[in-house]
């Protein structure tokens, strides 16, 4: 049996028995997941709320944007607070005022240490017993917890509508006032606010952890981090130092990759170019509009941190709300570099066999305009939803479902869907003769071909919850869309995108192209798709989850340990012969993705894996900084270089602007590596601290979110964004300038 043979059931094995693991305890977050009762009833026998108050309230908390609006279990913006762990902090002092008054005539507050210390233990036998009866379906609470759910009511009621007492803290939520006007409403979004905090404290049945594992730490209720937290983040450490050792020694007696010798002339020079390939310049100008507008709702948004309720004066929560802002700002880096590498796609399928299949240009016009009417078609939704101008059912399809990164309405998942189908079918079809003729690239074709299958079917995890749909099953779906589709089957898109565009430039062999290609997606899917349960640590999964995400998103880490030799090989690609250099700069942008790959993925997302640092940092500006320097330094960078790629072969006699080029690589870079580090990391080490020492209700809190030292550090993002922007600018100056005044050659 040969090596590739031996790689391609191994491939096998791991996708079959990782997507069985991650099945199985899929269905075991259906059998254990937080209930949701029929009511929450008095001891008595009164109703306070109902099921459907709280299922409507939770389409009333998307409907004005979810989380992008403050979070829910730690996932979501970080401008507001997260309302459970606001929430629990708050009942928990209301409810130990009372027990003071009754015990001691005074405040919780104004007790001895002894008497508080008897209070919270009193507090926590109370709070953190599972009162949830499976026969009758209801909850019961006791009168102390109903006098602080009418209080908190009243809290939350007055926050989101306009009482002038609360408008100094909507400004710094940067909640527009009257976000929500109907007083039904406000009650429904209570009593979701109140389930998915009960969901943090009370213990699971036969159990002394809550649903949440004891998330958010809340020592007044006795939510501390586990002995299981501790000891699975000590293995996942443990395990990324042993798996780095065994890499490096595979990778030292491997002795490397075959040299090959580079051709004389440019072989992409003898390709032809068909129309299709030639429909796939308006693809990159829509991407570079894309970029601009997501560059400048990212400054809005950020703004919002330091201004919550305008820009410098100007009223702007009044019709561009920081949710919306927000919203828009990450769905359009979703769109921007999701259609850059389609658009590479579109480019090489028929680059392969040299023709188009019959209409395929007329399905690569469809798509082009499919894609254009969803990103417009779902911001407007979006603006509606958020502003109130549709209802929750209306909102759910066309509007927003308050889920980030997959806040566009269901009409809009399902279009999108339809379109990903559109583009496979593009893709397949140029490529199935290929693939019959058992030619060199074959095994290369196939791989592609796979991946372009699992991008379009993987989407689909994003139809599988409902409107109402318990919020557990629906993170454990999200995070397939989010994880297992972007960070998983699209980066095996791009190795394999990349690998095959060095095989074209004859710069390597088709046979080493697809074993490195083999080896990367199986260390990467080996640790990837069961890593997806790092990000279900705290949303109302079983232990098991805890364990497994522990233990496989290390695995994630370890391959880029040599991400360095990765970008040095690309950086002696530059140097093998005198036409290459027509590519230094997408090559020099494989080197950045290198880059970033190792540190905004590798340093700066193990910050935030390990199960004992996730539970302090989560929903923190840690998440934040990983996720600019992964999301854009990694796939960002990489749906730009690979555009350059394209263009590079579409206009190939043309001589390019390297000045301004090499102004967009290297502002690019330095000006997220400032963001990064002038404002994200300090921000998330300072909200660490608090959030260790006092909680996660105080490290969001309005307090030190406003205090004057967090302020500055927000205004020195300005530095790195200044700088970023232009990189942007210039980059679609760029590509206007070079398809606009040059004429793309047959040859």
């Not at 607070?81 to 001691?104: G, M, N």
């Amino acid at each position: 049996m040969n090596k590739e043979r031996k790689l391609w059931i191994l491939f096998s094995a791991v996708m079959v028995l990782s997507f069985a693991v991650l099945g199985y305890y899929g269905f075991e977050i259906y059998q254990q997941m937080p209930p949701v009762p029929k009511s929450v009833q008095t001891e008595d026998g009164t109703v306070i709320f109902t099921e459907k108050e709280i299922l409507d309230g939770q389409n009333v908390w998307q409907s004005i944007g979810g989380q992008e609006v403050g979070s829910i279990w730690g996932h979501g913006a970080y401008q507001a607070p997260d309302w459970t762990a606001d929430w629990l902090h708050r009942e928990a002092l209301l409810i130990l005022d009372q027990y003071a008054q009754e015990q001691y005539k005074v405040n919780y507050q104004q007790a001895n240490p002894a008497q508080q210390a008897a209070l919270e233990v009193k507090l926590q036998e109370y709070i953190r017993e599972n009162t949830y009866d499976p026969a009758s379906e209801v909850i019961y609470i006791s009168k102390e917890r109903v006098l602080a759910i009418e209080k908190l009511s009243q809290y939350y009621s007055s926050l989101f509508t306009d009482d002038p007492e609360f408008e100094k803290l909507r400004h710094d939520y940067a909640i527009p006032k009257n976000s929500i006007k109907d007083p039904q409403k406000l009650k429904q979004l209570n009593a979701f606010f109140f389930w998915a905090t009960w969901a943090t404290v009370t213990e699971r049945p036969d159990s002394q952890v809550s649903y949440t594992h004891n998330w958010p730490a809340e020592d007044l209720v006795g939510n501390k981090a586990t002995t299981e937290l501790l000891s699975w983040s000590g293995v996942s450490i443990i395990l990324l130092i042993l798996c780095i050792g065994i890499m490096v020694f595979y990778h030292v007696r491997s002795g490397g990759e075959e040299e090959v010798l580079a051709p004389a002339r440019d072989p992409l020079l003898k390709q032809g170019i068909t129309p299709s390939m030639r429909l796939t310049k308006n693809y990159f100008w829509v991407v570079c509009l894309l970029m601009v507008l997501q560059m400048v709702l990212g400054i809005i948004t950020a703004h919002y941190g330091v201004e919550g309720d305008g820009l410098y004066g100007i009223p702007l929560d009044q019709f561009l709300p920081y949710s919306v802002s927000r919203t828009w700002h990450t769905q359009l880096a979703i769109f921007w570099i999701a259609t850059a590498w389609l658009a590479t796609g579109l480019y090489i399928a028929p680059a392969v066999s040299g023709k188009d299949p019959k209409y395929q240009s007329l399905g690569v016009n469809l798509l082009f305009i499919s894609l254009l009417v969803i990103v417009v078609g779902s911001m407007i939704g979006q603006w509606m939803g958020i502003m109130q101008k549709l209802d929750l059912i209306d909102n759910f399809w066309f509007g927003h479902q308050g889920y980030e990164y997959v806040d566009l309405g269901r009409f809009w998942q399902l279009f999108l869907f339809v379109g990903l189908f559109i583009w496979l079918a593009l893709m397949i079809r140029p490529l199935i003769a290929i693939v019959r003729q058992k030619t060199a690239e074959k095994n290369l074709i196939i791989l592609f071909l796979i991946s372009c299958c699992a991008i379009a079917l993987f989407y689909g995890a994003g139809l599988m919850w409902g409107r109402q749909t318990n919020l557990a099953i629906a993170e454990y779906w999200r995070w397939w869309v989010v994880h297992l589709w972007v960070e998983g089957f699209f980066e095996v898109f791009a190795t394999v995108v990349i690998a095959f565009l060095f095989v074209r430039l004859g710069l390597l062999k088709p046979k080493t192209a697809t074993l490195n290609v083999l080896i990367a997606t199986i260390v990467f899917m080996s640790g990837g798709i069961l890593g997806t349960f790092h990000h279900l640590y705290f949303s109302g999964t079983p232990t098991a989850v805890m364990a497994l995400g522990a233990t496989f998103s290390a695995l994630e880490v370890v391959p880029l340990t040599l991400i360095g030799y990765e970008a040095y090989h690309n950086y002696r690609v530059t140097k093998s012969t005198q036409w290459i250099k027509d590519y230094k700069w997408p090559i020099y942008f494989m080197i950045a993705v290198a880059f970033w790959n190792f540190l905004g993925a590798g340093v700066f997302g193990f910050i935030i894996n390990p199960p004992i640092a996730l539970y302090y940092i989560q929903g923190l500006n840690t998440t934040a900084l990983h996720a600019h320097t992964a999301l854009f330094g990694v796939y960002g960078m990489l749906g730009i270089g690979l555009m350059l790629f394209v263009l590079r072969s579409l206009y190939r006699n043309v001589k390019w602007n390297d000045r301004l080029i090499g102004i967009t690589f290297w502002t690019l870079n330095i000006g997220l590596l400032a963001m990064a580090l002038l404002s994200l990391l300090p921000i998330g080490i300072w909200q660490a601290v608090e959030s260790i020492e006092k909680g996660m209700w105080y490290a969001r809190s309005s307090e030190l979110m406003q205090h004057p030292t967090m302020i500055t550090l927000k205004w020195l993002r300005t530095i790195g964004d200044v700088v970023f922007a232009v990189g942007i600018l210039s980059c679609c100056y760029f590509v206007f300038d070079l398809t606009i005044k040059n004429k793309i050659n047959s040859k």
